[in-house]
Structure formats: C-alpha cells, structure tokens
C-alpha cells in the first residue's frame, strides 16, 4: 500500500510538471513568440585523458541543448516530443504502462524509426528529471536470475531459495520489488544465457551461496536496475564475468559505469562496485587455451578496442582494465568463456570461477 501511494504521488507530480511544460509552450505561441527547450546533456565518458577535471562520472550535465522552432532540423523533433509527451500523460492518468515499440506504432509515419522515439524518451527524461520508469514506459525484460534469494514484485514472490539453480525473470517493474532475503556471499553477473545455464545445470549454486544474473547480453535497464537494488540492500560483493572479446568488455563496462545513451540516470544504472572476474586477455596463456579457440580480432573488433581505450574512466578509475584491454589489442585474438572448459566441462564452475573469487 504503501509503495502505490509513494508510485501514485510520484505520478501526479510528474503530471505536473508535463502540464506546466505544455503550459508555458503555448503562451509562448500564442504570444507569437518562438519556443526555446532547453535540455541538459551528460555523458558518462570523455576522451580527455590528459585532464584532471574531468567529471563525467558527477551525474552533473556537460552542456545544454536548445530546440527552438525557427530551426527547421528542430520542427521534428519537437512534434514527437510533444506527441510523445502527449502518449505518457495518458498512461499516468490511466496508470498503465506501455513499450517504446508500442508508442512507435502509434505514430509510425510521424515518427519514422524506432530510435526517433527512443531519443525523445531520453529527452523527456532529462526535461523532467525523472528516469524511464517513471514515464510508464517499460521494456520487455530479458533478464534473468537464480541463487540464493527470495523477494516480493508487488504481490508476486519470486523464491528462488527453494530452487537455487532455477531461472526466473528478472522483474520489469523493479522499483515495486520489497522484501528482499538472502543468504547468498556474493553475486554473479555473467554476459550469456549459455554460461548461465552452464552453471544451472553443473549446480553451482548449491556448492556456492550466491545470486546469478544475466542480461543475455548488452542489459537491459530493469537487468541493471536489480543489480543495482541488490547490491544496495544486501551489500554483497558483486562480479562479472565476460567473454574476452571487446563486446563482453563493453558489456562489463555497462554494468560498472552505465550508458552514454542513459548518462542521465547513470545513478540508478550503474554498479561501481563491481569486480570484472574474467575472461582476461591473459588467461589463454594462465589457462592453456587452445590455439584453435584463439580468434583473430576483426577490423571492427580493433577500431572498438582503440575508441573504448580513450574512455576517461578506465584511465582514472580501473587502470587494470584498461592494460587487459591494450593487452587483448596487442595479442590480436580474442576468445570465448566456453573455451575454457575445452578439457574439463566443469572447470569453469569447479576451477575457474571458485579460484578467481578466490584470488579477488
């Protein structure tokens, strides 16, 4: 009851101030004045690396952007924001909640591409100073998780302690989930379903007190959001563990420092406090991995290599990382979590996982 009144509140104010947004838009019309929108930009990351000032991990905005209708390249983008606008301020009256896809397919000729749409969001979000969820506007979850955790989504348990090595999805409404039990040492984030589903069926959970999640991939937001609400109720130690190729290391460095596309909302997003466990540029040497396992890095694969080492954050905040990622850019291969296990099925849950924890 209480989480529907604090929702409920949360809603009204953000009719509000949708209200005095539109509000203000048509006086200045009607007074025959152009409308300016100012909209704050952030970033989660910069290329300077020379800077000591730099402070793009503050949550404070980098600069404004201003939208006015006496640019022609800005008409557009104001007539989906205000046609967006118009889509949100319903489902909060209504209290019903909606997909990015769905709003696209309202307006398809208007808006033209999905990621038209998903702009807007974004700029809506940073004018009301309010994350996604907030708008109604809810993805549908692909994350999932099994361990040693019991917790309630509104009037839904998810106990997964009766059944540690069971998935369950991860709840799309996370900032309804209460109640949280564990007695789970630690929490696991891994890039795939097939390693999630590796450690399912070798019971690793039952040899290991903790909580396993994946994002099947890139994550989703309610993925980060979760993580984020574990490891800020339970305080428990939280790894991830990546294939050692330079996707697996973009996904690592989603879950620690958030999205550029969302640097607004980085706080809800991010988990600094994660540990990248493995796979390491290093480890096909450690761990005898066979030649014929090695991948040769593509083109693609070293222009994203270079771009993602002039990230400021890894020069400042894990310069560990950023020396495994010149090391993987340097060797030129590349390899997945799964060739570690090309003696033994189990290592990686027998050996791997436990030394490296272990070593931490």
Not at 263 to 287: C, M, N, Q
Request: net charge positive.
């Amino acid at each position: 009851m209480k989480l529907e009144s604090q929702s409920q509140s949360q809603s009204n104010a953000l009719l509000t101030k949708i209200k005095e947004f539109t509000r203000a838009l048509l006086l200045d019309l009607t007074s025959g004045r152009s409308p300016l929108i100012l909209i704050d930009r952030f970033r989660n990351h910069c290329t300077n690396l020379s800077s000591n000032n730099c402070f793009c991990s503050s949550g404070l905005p980098c600069g404004k952007e201003a939208l006015t209708l006496c640019k022609e390249s800005h008409v557009h983008r104001i007539d989906v924001m205000l046609r967006v606008l118009l889509i949100v301020q319903k489902l909060l009256q209504e209290n019903k909640h909606t997909s990015k896809r769905d709003i696209y397919y309202m307006h398809p000729s208007v808006f033209l591409d999905q990621s038209v749409v998903d702009r807007s969001i974004n700029d809506i979000c940073v004018l009301m100073q309010c994350s996604r969820h907030d708008l109604n506007v809810v993805p549908a979850g692909k994350g999932i998780v099994m361990g040693w955790i019991r917790f309630f989504e509104g009037k839904r348990i998810y106990d997964c302690i009766s059944s540690p090595n069971t998935a369950h999805p991860i709840p799309v409404h996370v900032e309804e989930v209460q109640d949280i039990v564990s007695v789970a040492h630690y929490i696991l984030v891994v890039e795939k379903e097939s390693v999630f589903q590796r450690l399912a069926n070798d019971q690793f959970c039952n040899a290991n007190r903790c909580i396993i999640i994946t994002g099947r991939g890139y994550p989703d937001i309610p993925t980060r959001r979760f993580l984020r609400l574990l490891v800020d109720n339970l305080h428990l130690p939280a790894y991830c563990l990546v294939d050692c190729d330079p996707y697996g290391f973009d996904i690592l460095t989603t879950y620690r420092f958030g999205s550029m596309q969302m640097a607004y909302d980085t706080k809800h997003l991010r988990v600094p406090e994660i540990h990248w466990l493995g796979a390491f540029p290093s480890d096909s040497e450690r761990y005898l991995v066979p030649k014929q396992c090695l991948l040769p890095l593509t083109a693609e694969d070293k222009r994203k290599i270079e771009a993602m080492l002039l990230r400021c954050y890894l020069q400042r905040e894990v310069p560990r990382w950023r020396l495994e990622l010149k090391l993987m850019l340097q060797k030129g291969v590349k390899f997945e979590l799964e060739a570690l296990s090309v003696r033994t099925l189990a290592f990686l849950t027998e050996s791997y996982i436990p030394s490296k924890i272990h070593e931490s």
